[in-house]
């Protein structure tokens, strides 16, 4: 089954500057890629997501890049700010249940 | 995501006791999953059920039950059996073979 590593585990950066999480995963069968940011005690929100057909996308401050040969995608968040602290997770699979398999999460401080 | 409820917010299990968490969703998803979220770590799998009357183990459905009688509903019972229960629960739904979750607020679940 799909197997995914999250990258680093924790990260602190200085208000402003860029924030790059990174994640592989083991199946190539493996064609959806979304990032979810969780705050504390709160539900995981979707806040981008890739498919196996594109390299990049970008929304805002947000990119997530996909090397399909390589196995990894990383999530970029330029300016970053004080409310982008939070835990990010990835996940990667196909379809639905045990196909999709979800990372162990990146807890991002953005100092001020 | 909004259209997801889950209650209690908040549930306390007694030893011996079996609790029952609710999970609710008016978005018309098919498909809905019950995570577990022990702290500072990911999202395991208990249960999903891509249908009516129809539902799949996950990675640790072990002391774990869960039934799918109406679409809308997706309840999970902690039996006894679970011997570490204390987790944050998180449900979640997504259209039929469409990959994107979207979480309900969450069950925090601790033992007396």
């Known amino acids: 089954g799909e197997n995914v590593e999250q990258h680093p585990s924790t990260l602190s950066v200085q208000e402003g500057d860029s924030a790059v999480i990174k994640c592989t995963y083991s199946?190539?069968?493996?064609?959806?890629f979304p990032w979810y940011k969780q705050e504390l005690g709160k539900r995981p929100q979707l806040i981008i997501d890739?498919?196996?057909?594109?390299g990049e996308k970008k929304d805002q401050r947000i990119a997530v890049t996909l090397n399909k040969t390589a196995k990894h995608f990383s999530l970029h968040i330029t300016e970053t700010q004080p409310e982008d602290s939070a835990v990010y997770f990835c996940?990667?699979?196909?379809?639905?249940?045990?196909?999709?398999?979800f990372g162990p999460g990146t807890r991002l401080s953005v100092l001020p | 995501d909004g259209g997801i409820t889950q209650s209690p917010k908040y549930l306390f299990r007694k030893e011996g006791q079996n609790v029952t968490l609710s999970c609710e969703q008016n978005?018309?998803?098919?498909?809905m999953y019950w995570y577990r979220q022990d702290p500072g770590q990911g999202l395991r799998l208990i249960y999903y059920?891509?249908?009516?009357?129809?539902?799949q183990k996950g990675d640790i459905a072990e002391g774990y039950s869960v039934s799918r009688e109406k679409k809308e509903s997706f309840p999970l019972t902690v039996t006894s059996a679970q011997k570490n229960p204390t987790a944050f629960y998180l449900c979640?739904?997504?259209?039929?073979?469409?990959?994107?979750?979207?979480f309900g607020p969450g069950t925090r679940l601790l033992v007396l």
């Open positions: 978005l018309n998803h098919d498909a």
């Open positions: 996940a990667a699979g196909y379809n639905y249940g045990q196909n999709f398999v």
């Open positions: 059920s891509q249908i009516v009357n129809d539902f």
């Open positions: 890739i498919r196996s057909n594109v």
């Open positions: 979640a739904s997504s259209f039929d073979r469409q990959e994107t979750q979207y």
């Open positions: 199946d190539s069968a493996s064609n959806y």
